[in-house]
């Protein structure tokens, strides 16, 4: 009998099984093909609204379902938008681009690399204008290309500098009880200073000033480019708040239009040809993607240029189109070396950092393929840290002017209780066999012996990064040491000490590479593809609305500038092992 019910069990168990796989499948591949299943066309006389609020990364990324044999690509990446502002330069169906009320959670590099391309697309004789309600600093330095600039007449406009803001939470632990144990090496490796201290120390605030003033260099110095206006009196607008209101910004011509969005609308049917009482033909640059994605010219030429994208934390693992993992990232190096078609790899990063063991791991991998065919790094909003480690042996390395780089040094945090446990009677006992058994517990103050340990750790990993840096940039370790101590630069300063060669975008490395491996007719192919397992669906798809619903309501009680901080204070909690990660986040509102 009980045979019986084990069969049956176990058949009602493949049926059940078999019934949520497919379920499944059908929520994923409606998940994965709701974006590009629909035919978009594109009409004639039409405006190209570049809608930014839903690209978030690089690269929309290529995912394999091993347990279904299932392949997606998407195409919601900047790459994607780039190539198809630069497919309108030659449609006959786009007359302009509009920025209307534009969101963005792109870095300024990434911004940057929009601007210039919506520049060479003003050059073909067709209009860029811009329209916004309220304009923040980052949203107004990509609308500053625009031809015409509009701002509402009861709107905002945020021109005056940049700032950052460190909470320090020495004395927060002290009156929880709660404490993060800190290891590092680098004596700007602030990451962690705020769990160490209550005010920011001089080393801290020096480089955070540097930073900040050579970010805002790159970015009024666009500005000035396209807006005609000098500099030094864009400084002086940006000290004096002279730009507070929309009057005030067209006097001291930052925009041109104070208008309504109506008188906006028509001034772009005006453009077009079009009765201001007919509504004109937009369309979004995501589904312009769509809709232009086949007929974009591509090389039939034989030779490739593989661009490996390596972007968001370093995590470990198989990684995702947010987390760096040595799993996804290795896999398209060795396909990438191995293929015989494939004669340079650009490896494009934007990473703040992260584990120092993974960083290593994608090291060893470039510098294996370093030694069959050119590696030349292309570094986005930020390379740094652990960024900084897996791009330090290429063969050339690009930054933009306004890239984050740099932030060599490591770090090890671990949480620890004691206090709290001890305040609400809790004790923990320890047995053992040997004197190091225990290595630590978070209900244990930190022996002396094992802080030591942990410390002797992290200088080897320290002496390790800067060796790697000093190999590959062809330094000695006491020069990669002066400018290394957890440091952080951007790209124009880190030109200047040597630990980039060139300013330049992804464009220019790809050029650069081509050049490298001696070839002028060739194509390219993105990498990596992440591979997602049935079990990782299942905990996707079964938690995800739970958990967004969560993150939705926190983030909305507590405003999504404090959810962001919180977000990151998790992260540097979960941490496991020694961390190469970017002191802090810059994020230009």
Do not use: C
């Amino acid at each position: 009998m009980n045979f019986l019910k084990n069969v049956l069990a176990t058949i009602v168990g493949l049926i059940v099984f078999s019934f949520v796989s497919f379920f499944l499948l059908i929520i994923v591949s409606m998940a994965f093909s709701a974006g590009t299943s629909e035919n978009v066309a594109v009409k004639n006389n039409s405006v190209i609204d570049l809608d930014l609020e839903k690209v978030y990364n690089d690269y929309g990324g290529k995912v394999y379902i091993e347990d279904f044999q299932y392949r997606e690509v998407n195409k919601n990446g900047l790459v994607n938008v780039l190539n198809a502002i630069e497919y309108a330069k030659t449609d006959d169906n786009i007359k302009g681009i509009t920025l209307f009320n534009i969101k963005t959670s792109l870095g300024i590099t990434q911004l940057r690399e929009v601007r210039e391309k919506l520049d060479e697309f003003k050059k073909t004789g067709k209009f860029v204008v811009a329209y916004s309600d309220n304009y923040t600093q980052g949203e107004y330095y990509v609308s500053s290309v625009a031809d015409t600039v509009y701002v509402n007449p009861v709107g905002g406009f945020d021109f005056k500098g940049l700032a950052s803001e460190i909470l320090y939470m020495k004395e927060l632990q002290q009156k929880t009880g709660v404490k993060m144990e800190v290891i590092r090496h680098g004596k700007y490796k602030s990451a962690v200073e705020p769990y160490l201290e209550q005010h920011m120390s001089p080393e801290n605030r020096e480089q955070i000033t540097v930073l900040l003033n050579s970010i805002w260099d790159t970015y009024v110095t666009d500005i000035a480019a396209t807006r005609k206006i000098p500099v030094d009196t864009l400084n002086a607008i940006a000290n004096n708040l002279a730009a507070r209101t929309p009057e005030l910004a067209k006097e001291h011509k930052l925009v041109d239009k104070v208008a309504y969005v109506d008188q906006f609308s028509n001034g772009i049917r005006k453009a077009l040809g079009v009765d201001y009482d007919k509504e004109y033909n937009e369309i979004s640059i995501l589904d312009y993607v769509k809709a232009t994605d086949g007929k974009m010219k591509l090389s039939k030429a034989k030779d490739r240029i593989a661009v490996v994208y390596a972007q968001g934390e370093i995590r470990g693992g198989e990684g995702s189109v947010d987390v760096i993992g040595e799993g996804s990232v290795n896999r398209a190096l060795f396909e990438a070396r191995n293929d015989d078609n494939v004669k340079a790899v650009v490896l494009r990063v934007n990473s703040p950092g992260g584990s120092a063991l993974t960083s290593d791991l994608i090291l060893r991998e470039i510098e294996l393929t370093k030694k069959v065919k050119p590696v030349i790094v292309s570094m986005g909003a930020m390379a740094a840290s652990g960024g900084y480690y897996i791009s330090s042996k290429a063969d050339y390395i690009f930054a933009e002017p306004g890239t984050i780089t740099g932030s060599i040094g490591v770090f090890g945090m671990l949480p620890n209780f004691e206090e709290v446990a001890t305040k609400f009677g809790v004790n923990a006992e320890q047995v053992k066999t040997h004197e190091n058994s225990v290595s630590y517990s978070p209900f244990k103050k930190l022996d002396p012996k094992m802080r030591g340990l942990i410390l002797e750790d992290i200088e080897r990993v320290y002496t390790t990064f800067v060796n790697h840096v000093a190999a590959g940039r062809k330094m000695t370790y006491e020069q990669v040491d002066a400018i290394g101590q957890g440091r952080v630069w951007t790209g124009k300063m880190a030109k200047e000490i040597g630990l980039v060669d060139e300013l330049g975008g992804l464009d220019q490395a790809i050029a650069y590479a081509a050049k490298k491996a001696e070839i002028k007719d060739y194509r390219l192919v993105s990498y990596p593809e992440y591979e997602i397992k049935l079990e990782d669906l299942f905990r996707k798809f079964l938690g995800i609305s739970i958990k967004e619903t969560q993150d939705e309501l926190i983030a909305g009680k507590i405003g999504y500038d404090n959810y962001e901080m919180l977000q990151r204070m998790n992260y540097l909690k979960q941490t496991e092992g020694i961390q190469a990660l970017l002191p802090y986040q810059i994020i230009i509102r």
